[in-house]
């Protein structure tokens, strides 16, 4: 998933550009309102992060000119006023949310995440993908990003959700180490070696009954990781 970032501060760019990748997510990031909306024109992201106080073209404008060009794509608007009024004009210009800086990385990433559910949920309603689908009693649902065993729900990012797309669609087989680097991290963002082991035992951890044994993620040594029933 594409999100775009329209910010001028290089410093809060930059760190939401880094903790927004390290979720899974790719980012086109901008400094000016042009360049944002070119930038949206050109490569149409899933979702838009704008800031409201920006030069050439402010947030408030940059999200009417989004909503002309896409009536659903989601929108949060980040802004340094608390003022109530500028936040009702920003939700009546179309966007989805609304943060104050400042604000913490849990409480911006809870947001993507909620609003990014309710438009999965909605489209699939509308197209039929992507349904549910069970891994060894897990039961992964890409709508929601959530898995569940029981009585027990789990939160998924949108890489961990991949890995586990991409290792039951390839049941039974071998999937090589850079055949999901290239899937579920892209060409443009190649992790090391051991930062894919570590990603990997950490998903362990979330949806494995007994993370020391796996049956959903079985690492073949050398080569990379095979899922099988």
């Known amino acids: 998933m ?10 809060l760019r930059s760190g939401l550009e880094c903790l927004l990748r390290e979720e899974g997510y790719d980012c086109i990031p ?10 949206f024109e050109a490569l149409r992201p899933d979702f838009c992060i704008l800031d409201v106080m920006m030069p050439i073209m402010g947030g408030f404008e940059l999200c009417r ?3 002309q060009l896409d009536e659903h794509v ?9 003022d109530e009024v500028d936040r009702v004009v920003g939700l009546e210009l179309g966007a989805d ?7 913490s990385t849990r409480e911006l990433l809870a947001r993507v995440k909620a609003i990014t559910r309710r438009a999965a949920i909605k ?22 990003l959530r898995a569940a065993r029981e009585n027990r ?32 991290w892209g060409r443009r963002y190649m992790t090391n070696s051991r930062a894919l082991d570590q990603f990997i035992s950490q998903l362990r951890q979330k949806i ?10 079985r690492t073949v040594h050398g080569v990379g990781y095979r899922y099988e029933e």
């Open 2 to 11: 594409n999100i775009l970032i329209a910010e001028d501060d290089d410093n």
């Open 30 to 39: 901008t400094d000016n309102g042009e360049e944002a909306l070119n930038a």
């Open 65 to 67: 000119r989004i909503r």
């Open 74 to 82: 989601p929108i949060i608007m980040l802004t340094a006023k608390s």
């Open 97 to 103: 949310d609304y943060i104050a800086k400042p604000f």
């Open 123 to 144: 489209t699939e309603k509308q197209s039929g993908k992507k349904p549910p689908f069970t891994m060894n009693g897990l039961t992964i649902t890409p709508a929601t």
């Open 153 to 184: 729900v789990i939160e998924l990012t949108l890489r961990e959700l991949s890995v586990l797309e991409m290792l039951h669609r390839e049941k039974g087989k071998v999937v090589p180490r850079l055949e999901l680097f290239e899937e579920c």
């Open 208 to 217: 494995e009954k007994d993370p020391t044994s796996p049956t959903i993620i």
